[in-house]
């Protein structure tokens, strides 16, 4: 069975700054894209960062230049840096990951079980 666990989540004034941490575990082949979501209440899910094996990154325009998306293929682990956060960053972050079980023949799409960020005074 493959798990994406995701950690760091939590409660933080405008400003502040947290770091999302989300780590693959199980049979794994090989892991490709892996990103970051999120999902405010009564918004459709977003994508906020993403970044492919190479290390390549894209980032949602209302994050660029307060958000760094980073990961260890070592680890199977995929973070979220994020700085002077806003009140509107506010929302359920989920992590996603296009990887290859072991026991598969393609890839798949998995999801994290998802963290809450919440930034307010």
């Known amino acids: 069975q493959v798990q994406l666990v995701e950690s760091g989540g939590g409660l933080v004034q405008p400003g502040g700054s947290l770091r999302l941490s989300c780590a693959a575990s199980g049979s794994i082949f090989g892991i490709y894209a892996m990103g970051w979501y999120r999902q405010a209440p009564g918004k459709q899910r977003e994508l906020v960062a993403g970044i492919t094996s190479g290390g390549s990154t894209n980032y949602a325009d209302s994050v660029k230049g307060r958000f760094t998306i980073s990961r260890d293929n070592a680890k199977n682990t995929v973070y979220l840096h994020m700085n002077s956060l806003k009140p509107e960053d506010t929302a359920v972050y989920y992590c996603?990951?296009?990887?290859?079980?072991?026991?598969?023949?393609?890839?798949?799409?998995?999801w994290g079980q998802g963290t809450q960020v919440t930034v307010s005074s």
């Open positions: 996603n990951a296009d990887l290859q079980a072991g026991w598969a023949t393609v890839p798949t799409e998995y």
